[in-house]
């Protein structure tokens, strides 16, 4: 167990519509990174927030955004779904914005139908 | 630009036999390498990780690794297999502020009685 939990763990989405999926940390992270995991392909990195701000992004288009709260939880969302979004989305969370010890939620699996 | 490859997306290896799965990155500047697992169902959770030093990195569950950087690899080792040790093997390079990973496709390890 990481404590680091995601929800909801399933969703089925239509395309066109919008998502908010959630992570938090029980420890107090305060780095969190956010990856989408295709079917037979490795994670691919999103974005990631430390202290409430973007402190780095990857090749990802603008319709995926996200927060951070001061609780250091956060939600990643993504608007105008697209079919190829249907992945597991993991989060993971780090102490420090420069920290290589991430810890990974279990993710959420979307569907976009 | 940084990329990860990793040759051979299913291994397959007797119980007690030597575990070799492979990875080779491509950066324009001194990486910092890691390994992950991922059991089904289950986040990644970090096998091992080269930042500076030795070259030859031990990890959790007897794995290690060797950073080769005039052969840009980095393979991750077991000598001897478990059957515990199926999953899914993901190798990963990160910037040196550690807020962009990129992983590999990874490879999955099925462990033969």
């Known amino acids: 167990e990481t404590g680091v939990t995601q929800s909801p763990t399933h969703l089925i989405k239509t395309r066109g519509q919008q998502v908010t999926l959630r992570c938090s940390s029980q420890?107090?992270?305060?780095?969190v990174s956010w990856y989408q995991q295709a079917l037979g392909q490795g994670p691919q990195f999103i974005f990631q927030?430390?202290?409430?701000?973007e402190n780095g992004r990857g090749n990802f288009p603008p319709r995926f955004s996200g927060l951070q709260f001061p609780n250091y939880s956060s939600e990643l969302n993504v608007n105008a779904l697209e079919l190829d979004d249907s992945a597991l989305y993991l989060c993971?969370?780090?102490w420090g914005g420069g920290s290589y010890e991430q810890y990974f939620g279990p993710g959420t699996r979307l569907t976009v139908t | 630009a940084q990329s990860v490859t990793q040759l051979g997306s299913h291994v397959s290896v007797s119980e007690g036999a030597l575990v070799l799965l492979r990875c080779n990155y491509s950066?324009?500047?001194?990486?910092?390498l890691f390994w992950y697992v991922q059991y089904p169902n289950q986040g990644l959770q970090l096998l091992l990780k080269?930042?500076?030093?030795?070259?030859l990195v031990k990890g959790i569950n007897g794995f290690e690794a060797e950073f080769k950087k005039s052969e840009t690899s980095f393979h991750l080792t077991k000598p001897s297999a478990h059957m515990s040790d199926a999953a899914e093997y993901f190798c990963?390079?990160?910037?040196?502020?550690?807020?962009?990973?990129?992983f590999g496709s990874g490879t999955k390890l099925n462990v033969k009685p």
């Open positions: 080269y930042t500076t030093g030795a070259t």
């Open positions: 990963a390079v990160s910037d040196v502020n550690f807020n962009k990973f990129y």
């Open positions: 950066s324009s500047v001194p990486p910092y």
């Open positions: 420890s107090g992270h305060n780095t």
């Open positions: 927030y430390y202290r409430e701000e």
């Open positions: 993971a969370t780090a």
